[in-house]
């Protein structure tokens, strides 16, 4: 299914759900607020059945600008292939899990929380994944600036070596 007809089937059950984007986007973009439902739509739909999330991924386009994700979406029975893309403020970011739609998206979000700090409401067990519960800040933010200690112990700030 063409991604004109996709945003024509969504925008006619969920009217204020849908951003404009430019012409010429290759993705879906939505606000936060409709995302639970949508996702729903796109999973249960018999013309849809997004039936698999293959990534989440968390972006940052740089300071002053919001945060956004990514959802690559597939359907295995349709063998058809989409990208919805939702963007939150910088600050206090939130976008409703997805985690009971697509249970692949319960580790995901826990990464885009830990790395860019945006909290996905409803999520069974948001807690950082990849840094440890104290660690100050979202590494992947553009504006992220490394810290100089963790617990008394330097931060090393040259990488040579270990790759």
């Known amino acids: 299914m063409e991604l004109a ?3 024509t089937r969504v925008g006619a059950v969920h009217p204020d759900a849908l951003v404009p984007t430019d012409e010429g986007a290759a993705y879906l973009s939505m606000t936060p607020e409709h995302w639970a439902d949508v996702a729903q739509l796109l999973r249960s739909d018999e013309e849809l059945r997004f039936n698999v999330l293959m990534c989440l991924t968390g972006y940052d386009r740089g300071p002053g ?3 956004g994700v990514a959802y690559n979406l597939h359907s295995m029975d349709k063998l058809h292939k ?3 893309r ?3 403020p ?3 970011g939130k976008i409703p899990s997805v985690a009971q739609i697509w249970r692949t ?3 995901h979000e826990r990464e885009a929380y830990d790395l860019f700090g945006i909290t996905f409401v409803g999520h069974p067990d948001l807690r950082r994944i990849l840094l440890p519960e104290d660690w100050e800040g979202y590494p992947l933010r553009k504006d992220y600036k490394e810290p100089d200690y ?4 330097p931060v090393p700030k ?3 070596g270990w790759e």
């Not at 963790?150 to 112990?153: C, K």
């Open 90 to 92: 910088r600050d206090g």
């Open 105 to 107: 998206a319960e580790w």
């Open 150 to 153: 963790y617990r008394g112990i």
């Open 82 to 84: 989409l990208e919805v």
């Open 65 to 67: 600008e919001p945060l």
């Open 5 to 7: 007809a996709i945003q």
């Open 86 to 88: 939702i963007e939150v």
């Open 158 to 160: 040259d990488k040579r």
